[in-house]
């Protein structure tokens, strides 16, 4: 699946490294993309959205499907 989701506290490199270790964590080889100046990520994966949406709950960020 490709899904989209905004991370409105996703702020800095940090944050994307932290967002994009957790979604691989879940899901081995998964593509994550992140804009800071839009707050959007766009992952590549297998599995389902909503279980990546709350992957990204789970680091500690708030998230919502874009
Ligand atoms: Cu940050």
Aim: overall charge negative; glycine content about 6%.
């Amino acid at each position: 699946m490709k899904a989209e989701f905004i991370v409105s506290d996703m702020t800095c490199n940090h944050c994307v490294q932290t967002i994009t270790r957790a979604v691989q964590a879940h899901s081995p080889g998964a593509e994550v993309r992140a804009d800071l100046g839009t707050h959007r990520v766009t992952v590549e994966a297998a599995g389902d959205a909503a279980a990546v949406e709350a992957v990204i709950r789970e680091a500690g960020y708030e998230v919502r499907a874009a």
